[in-house]
């Protein structure tokens, strides 16, 4: 029997978890171009041997790592921490050191990506485990929308609150970054009195929570004890534990007794809840089980509601989840429906769109130079380029669409603004709504890849730039990014001496480099094909008094003229996008990163929505059912009572 | 025959009780999702609610006669304040409900409605 222990700790590691999703991502790049299969262990090996082993090896290898540790193929299992922080490293030229000979990019990405599929291989070995559940902070988000649906209440009581760094798969819902510091507390304290003062005087939110009035037959406390009864389970997301109504009840009574009015007793007791873990942190009861077991229908309504609306979850959830209903794979796909429909998916869609495709920051502290593109100053513009992509998102969902039409599309979603900024002439506009459109062919407007947002996120404010576009499109459309640049580049030469010159023959001499020349092989073909759009996103021809020339081709050979082609060839390796949209979504919706364990999950999901027509629903069906999403690790890592791939599968109710 | 009528009744109310969601008209042609929770009585009433995006509102005037139910809904409008009255009634087919809403309209506010004051829909039981 072999020891899972090593596997178990290293998906525990913040480095794995960094670089496993990264590398594990670019190898899928590679398999699907045909690279992984050519490696083998031998000449692994004979790599570690080369590049390695001078240093790590003998009496006293350099960091007490001997490279022969990685020798045999059982060292996948025995040694994969080591194994991924040597990927890691290779990977991104951080070994070996200067002065040692080094390896080709090429070398460097072939011992990566076949080592990373050997790991893949082993964790997955043993089935599916559900992973780690860290408990977590609400987001300033989260906070946010919950204060707004527990008191009915139509004020951002979050926006005062810290802002959330990013962690896990690039989200700021990712519990390893929502840690607690004395400004949050400080904080939470303003943020409750701001809510429940405001809640206090607004007729349609007193209605929601004050429930109750002392008077003819309702003493004090019967009618704070009804108020209380009704709010805690709903700001605790479940229902009260022995003992937790007294306290508060106590808190409403030392309120009174110092001479509160009954308004400010009861308000004090809640302002208590909202300042208590319990409503600030979304913890799971712990499994003390040694295996795997389903979550508790309570654990479940707040994982679904806080990744599909990114608030609590609503009266029905909880209904279901008191009856034990909601795990039922059939019920908990149709709820899966209904959120979608709902306007509060919006919130989901929006924290994830602008996440992931980095367009948050949009006019913050990524915006066109308005001197140069006027138009940027237009803010009714600025909301409809910001809003489009996630808008777009939303239909492909909530019309069962298939996900690849974010990489090409013959609709878009558009307004009268936006239409007139992208040239075209499809519909009369009654108002300023956005609305779905069909696009007419040619039209250069379908996916991701014609929008304004991510067109402009991916420029600098005065010029457009092929390194960031094709930064952008390997890092968020691939998953595939490219390892960092050396120290001390020189920037792209800009000014008046550059003026007369195109940004792809500034490139072409900055590509003269040799020490530049090869990752820009990769990164800058993919901007290029995007060179018809200005930093904004219009149509251009010409640049520099030039024409255009959108011309690209990749290192394996494959080139492309123009965006329409660009996108046939991203079409082509629909699966690596497929895989990369799935890892940021399960990452999302788990709010962690993902392990090296995860990728089995992945690999199921992908399967899944690959058999039902890359569908959006399917995926994100295939995720709430999934085993990390569903179900709790037991205390025993290495327990042997998991559910394999297969068995998941049966599991899963084939979504709508 | 009033034993007959009582266990009929107790019959029938046994499968209205539980869980029930559906799609309703909604504004410009669009679906809403919608879900009561009832509970029948031994007299035959009807208790429960409308599971609200805001909140729960609570059945009234709930009846059940053999197959068909009876209950109304009041609702506050969120900009105006103004309570709006919804009438439901329907019958039960095993677990399916067909039901019929109409919106008590004011004579004040005939003339102002956009959308038709009866509209039809189909409720399948989720949980009982």
Redesign the interface.
């Known amino acids: 029997m072999r020891n899972r222990e090593p596997l178990a700790r290293a998906c525990g590691s913040a480095l794995f978890r960094t670089a496993f999703l990264l590398l594990f991502a670019a190898a899928a790049f590679a398999s699907d171009q045909g690279e992984g299969s050519k490696y083998s262990l031998d000449q692994g090996t004979q790599f570690i041997k080369t590049y390695c082993a001078a240093c790590h090896s003998g009496k006293s290898p350099a960091g007490n790592f001997r490279a022969a540790a990685l020798f045999p193929q059982t060292s996948f299992h025995d040694n994969s921490e080591t194994w991924s922080k040597v990927i890691f490293r290779v990977r991104n030229s951080e070994m070996p050191p200067k002065g040692m000979p080094a390896p080709s990019v090429d070398e460097r990405e072939q011992f990566s990506n076949w080592a990373q599929s050997a790991l893949h291989v082993e964790a997955c070995a043993d089935g599916i485990f559900p992973g780690p559940a860290p408990i977590r902070r609400l987001t300033r988000a989260q906070y946010g929308a919950t204060i707004r649906?527990l008191l009915?209440l139509h004020v951002d009581a979050g926006s005062a609150l810290p802002l959330d760094g990013a962690g896990g798969e690039g989200f700021d819902n990712a519990a390893e970054t929502l840690f607690i510091s004395p400004i949050h507390a400080e904080k939470y304290l303003d943020a409750a009195k701001l809510a429940l003062d405001s809640a206090a005087k607004d007729?349609?939110s007193r209605?929601?929570f004050l429930i109750a009035h002392p008077g003819p037959g309702v003493s004090r406390d019967t009618a704070a004890r009804i108020i209380l009864s009704e709010f805690l389970p709903r700001a605790f997301r479940r229902p009260l534990q022995s003992g937790e109504l007294a306290s508060y009840l106590q808190l409403f009574h030392a309120a009174s007794k110092r001479g509160d009015s009954f308004d400010e007793a009861v308000l004090f007791a809640l302002r208590a809840a909202l300042m208590s873990p319990q409503f600030l942190f979304r913890s799971e009861n712990p499994n003390p089980a040694p295996n795997m077991r389903p979550l508790d229908d309570y654990a479940l309504a707040s994982r679904l509601s806080y990744f599909l609306w990114d608030s609590m979850p609503?009266?029905?959830l909880m209904?279901?989840a008191d009856?034990g209903?909601l795990k039922d794979p059939e019920?908990l796909t149709?709820q899966v429906a209904?959120m979608l429909?709902?306007t509060?998916s919006f919130d989901f869609a929006q924290s994830f769109v602008e996440q992931w495709l980095r367009t948050r920051d949009l006019g913050k502290s990524i915006e066109p130079d308005t001197g140069l593109f006027p138009a940027w100053k237009d803010a009714e513009l600025q909301g409809d380029i910001r809003y489009q992509p996630i808008l777009f998102f939303r239909e492909i969902l909530a019309s069962d669409l298939s996900v690849l039409n974010l990489l090409d599309s013959d609709f878009t979603i558009a307004t009268r603004k936006l239409q007139k900024l992208y040239g075209l002439n499809v519909k009369q506009f009654k108002d300023s709504q956005p609305t779905r459109i069909d696009l007419p062919p040619n039209s250069n407007r379908g996916g991701l890849l014609g929008m304004s947002a991510v067109l402009a996120v991916s420029s600098h404010p005065q010029r457009t730039s092929p390194v960031l576009r094709g930064k952008w499109l390997l890092e968020t459309i691939l998953g595939t990014p490219p390892p960092p640049p050396p120290p001390n580049v020189p920037p792209l030469e800009e000014g008046a001496a550059a003026a007369s010159q195109t940004v792809r023959e500034r490139l072409a001499l900055h590509r003269a480099n040799p020490v530049c020349a090869t990752c820009h092989a990769r990164i800058d073909p993919m901007g290029f094909a995007l060179e018809n759009y200005d930093v904004m996103g219009k149509w251009r021809t010409e640049e520099a008094g030039k024409p255009i020339d959108a011309k690209g081709q990749l290192p394996d050979g494959t080139s492309f003229d123009g965006p329409a082609e660009l996108k046939a060839v991203l079409l082509e390796r629909k699966d690596v996008f497929l895989r990369n949209l799935t890892n940021k979504l399960l990452g999302y919706a788990l709010g962690r990163g993902l392990t090296l364990q995860d990728s089995c999950t992945v690999d199921a999901i992908v399967e899944e929505v690959k058999r039902n027509d890359y569908r959006g629903d399917v995926l994100i069906n295939a995720i709430v059912l999934s085993i990390p999403f569903r179900f709790q690790a037991g205390a025993v890592p290495d327990a042997k009572t998991t559910l394999s791939a297969d068995n998941m599968k049966e599991d899963h109710t084939t979504p709508r | 025959m009033l034993f007959c009528t009582l266990a009929i009744s107790a019959a029938v109310a046994a499968d209205l009780n539980g869980?029930w969601?559906g799609q309703a008209p909604g504004r410009r042609g669009a679906k809403d999702?919608i879900?009561f929770?009832f509970k029948v009585t031994r007299a035959g009433s009807i208790t429960g609610k409308l599971?609200?995006?805001?909140?729960?509102l609570p059945i009234e005037e709930g009846s059940l006669v053999g197959d068909k139910l009876k209950f109304s809904i009041t609702k506050?409008d969120?900009y105006s304040?103004a309570k709006v009255k919804f009438l439901y009634s329907g019958t039960i087919a095993g677990d399916q409900i067909e039901l019929t809403r109409e919106r008590v309209v004011k004579p004040d506010e005939e003339s102002q409605s956009e959308e038709p004051t009866k509209q039809k829909f189909m409720l399948k039981k989720?949980?009982s």
């Open positions: 649906d009915n007729p349609r209605a929601r609503d009266s029905l209904a279901l009856k209903k019920i149709g209904r429909r709902n509060k | 869980i969601t999702d879900a929770q599971f609200g995006d805001e909140s729960d506050i969120y304040g989720l949980v």
